[in-house]
Nanobody, 115 residues
Framework: QVQLVESGGGLVQAGGSLRLSCVPS????????MGWYRQAPGKQRELVAS???????DYAESVKGRFTISRDTAKNTVYLQMTSLKPEDTAVYYC?????????WGQGTQVTVSA
């Protein structure tokens, strides 16, 4: 069973930066896409950014120009560089990896942005 291990969350002041990482514990085959979602208290989980195996990226409108998703293809590792953070970015961030046969989720990492 593949598990996704996330790291890089924490507390940061508005305007600051954080870099999230997601590393799978096992091998990933037939990779389709990798991405980051977030869920704030009382809100639904939403897509933040995604990247396909071909390298195409997609971002939520609220993070365009501030967040960058990238990946290490050899390690099936995905990153989320977050800059110019705002208090409204506060949420639990979840890593997501999709293959042709399965979808995997990380346990979540808390990102808190203080005003």
């Amino acid at each position: 069973q593949v598990q996704l291990v996330e790291s890089g969350g924490g507390l940061v002041q508005a305007g600051g930066s954080l870099r999230l990482s997601c590393v799978p514990s096992g091998s990933i085959v037939t990779l389709s896409s990798m991405g980051w979602y977030r869920q704030a208290p009382g809100k639904q989980r939403e897509l933040v950014a995604s990247i396909t195996v071909g390298g195409r990226t997609d971002y939520a409108e609220s993070v365009k120009g501030r967040f960058t998703i990238s990946r290490d293809t050899a390690k099936n590792t995905v990153y989320l560089q977050m800059t110019s953070l705002k208090p409204e970015d506060t949420a639990v961030y979840y890593c997501n990896i999709r293959t042709i046969l399965a979808t995997y989720w990380g346990q979540g990492t808390q990102v808190t942005v203080s005003a």
